[in-house]
Nanobody, 128 residues
Framework: QVQLVESGGGLVQAGGSLRLSCAAS????????MGWFRQAPGKEREFVAA????????YYADSVKGRFTISRDNAKNTVYLQMNSLKPEDTAVYRC?????????????????????WGQGTQVTVSS
């Protein structure tokens, strides 16, 4: 199994920046893709960004493209989410997640059902 721990959340003013980290441990060699999702109060969990752990393919939600950057450090088994030009609508609990080798359960890196392991989440609050 894989354990995921997020960090780096906090309170920031609109236009500011934060960098989230997700440290993976355990059976890290089984990871296929690492992704970031977020969920605001009263809203459904939504896809933010993802990166193939070994191949390096990167995917972004349209709402964050050009503002957020996902990256990885394989030596540290860590994936990062650099968030710039933050907006109040970015306020949410951010969770990282990982898939396992083989076909994605839901057939897409954008679907939360494709991810087997999840972190507990870190709160990001953007004030107006």
């Amino acid at each position: 199994q894989v354990q995921l721990v997020e960090s780096g959340g906090g309170l920031v003013q609109a236009g500011g920046s934060l960098r989230l980290s997700c440290a993976a441990s355990g059976r890290t060699f089984s990871i296929q893709t690492m992704g970031w999702f977020r969920q605001a109060p009263g809203k459904e969990r939504e896809f933010v960004a993802a990166e193939s752990w070994r191949a390096g393919e990167i995917y972004y939600a349209d709402s964050v493209k050009g503002r957020f950057t996902i990256s990885r450090d394989n030596a540290k088994n860590t994936v990062y989410l650099q968030m710039n030009s933050l907006k109040p609508e970015d306020t949410a609990v951010y969770r990282c997640a990982s898939t396992i080798p083989g076909p994605l359960a839901s057939g897409s890196v954008f679907a939360k059902g494709s991810y087997r392991y999840w972190g507990q989440g870190t709160q990001v609050t953007v004030s107006s």
